[in-house]
């Protein structure tokens, strides 16, 4: 079975700030992993999704995660929030039949 | 370019009845889900199918209902609604890449309060 934590439930950042979200999986095969926003009101979109290929992942508005097998995380990171960036964020890991398990969510709070 | 359509986007329901949530998708992709939102609790997996005429059961699929007679559509049924089931409904599809780590597409939601 697989599953994943996300340390935090709400975090606040100031504008400019560096942007740090805490994930960890569990998982007895190889991890497929994911982050996603939701922007309020809104369905989920893809911020960025662990490919294998690299550790470091870039991506979309300036957000990167990196996986680390040794401490079985993910945490995703952003150097400098801006206001547009409040929103909720999900880690999801998935399984064979694209079947998605998703952390409880964290909450992103920017203060000018 | 619709991707995932949800409908209705807000719906009351009175303890009893019955309703069914409309998802389709444009993108004729294979896998489509159900999830439902809560707070604190992130998404959890209603039902899910791997393709049409084929549904499965998820994490917490009691008191709900799907069947996936064509590729586009995934309709999820409501059977006898409770309070319980107060929540925010999205509907997922994933094309079929041969590979885990393809991402899914979700619509914007169903929000739905009981009675």
């Known amino acids: 079975a697989q599953s994943v934590t996300q340390l935090g439930s709400h975090v606040s950042v100031s504008e400019g700030a560096l942007v740090l979200l805490r994930c960890n999986y569990s998982s007895s095969v190889p991890p497929y992993l994911f982050w996603y926003v939701q922007y309020p009101n809104q369905g989920l979109q893809l911020l960025l999704k662990?490919?294998?290929?690299?550790?470091l992942v870039k991506g979309i508005n300036g957000f990167e995660a990196e996986f680390k097998k040794s401490e079985t995380s993910f945490h995703l990171t952003k150097p400098s929030a801006h206001m547009s960036d409040a929103a909720e964020y999900f880690c999801a890991v998935s399984d064979q039949d694209y079947k998605l398990s998703f952390g409880a969510g964290t909450t992103v709070t920017v203060r000018a | 370019n619709a991707g995932v359509t949800q409908t209705p986007k807000f719906q009351v329901l009175k303890t009893g009845q019955s309703m069914t949530l409309q998802c389709a998708q444009d993108?004729?992709?294979?896998?489509m889900s159900w999830y439902r939102q809560d707070p604190g609790m992130g998404l959890r997996l209603i039902h899910y199918?791997?393709?049409?005429?084929?549904?499965d059961q998820g994490e917490v699929p009691n008191g709900y209902n799907v069947s996936r007679s064509t590729t586009e559509d995934f309709p999820l049924r409501l059977l006898s609604a409770a309070p319980s089931q107060t929540s925010v409904y999205f509907c997922a599809s994933t094309p079929d890449r041969g590979h885990r780590n393809t991402e899914a597409f979700f619509g914007q939601g169903t929000r739905l309060t009981v009675v």
């Open positions: 662990y490919t294998s290929a690299a550790t």
């Open positions: 199918s791997v393709g049409a005429g084929i549904t």
């Open positions: 993108m004729n992709h294979e896998y």
